[in-house]
Nanobody, 118 residues
Framework: QRQLVESGGGLVQPGGSLRLSCVAS????????IGWFRQAPGKEREGISCISTGEGSTYYADSVKGRFTISRDNAKNTVALQMNSLKPEDTAVYYC???????????WGQGTQVTVSS
């Protein structure tokens, strides 16, 4: 069974940090690009970061560039999202997505809540 499980969310004060993890099972992890998305209440889901297969090229949305860092460990089937200098507008449910380019294989995790508030 192919599955993605996110963890690491929680409540943090503005300016604080969190580290999200996405652990995959049941798939050949190194063949999948991994993306992080978030959805705030009343807003559409937005892509904020992704990391490719192979050399691990990364992408960041302008809203998180310079504050968030994505990394992957293929040996552990894990992708992490280090989030620093968090702002109240970062409050959302965060999801990871694994997609195999050129195929129909596309999987989502169940999400983890991040709340930035004083």
């Amino acid at each position: 069974q192919r599955q993605l499980v996110e963890s690491g969310g929680g409540l943090v004060q503005p300016g604080g940090s969190l580290r999200l993890s996405c652990v995959a099972s049941g798939l050949t992890f190194e063949r999948y690009a991994i993306g992080w998305f978030r959805q705030a209440p009343g807003k559409e889901r937005e892509g904020i970061s992704c990391i490719s297969t192979g050399e691990g090229s990364t992408y960041y949305a302008d809203s998180v560039k310079g504050r968030f860092t994505i990394s992957r460990d293929n040996a552990k089937n894990t992708v992490a999202l280090q989030m620093n200098s968090l702002k109240p507008e970062d409050t959302a449910v965060y999801y990871c997505r694994a997609y195999y380019s050129g195929t129909r294989y596309d999987y989502w995790g169940q999400g983890t809540q991040v709340t930035v508030s004083s």
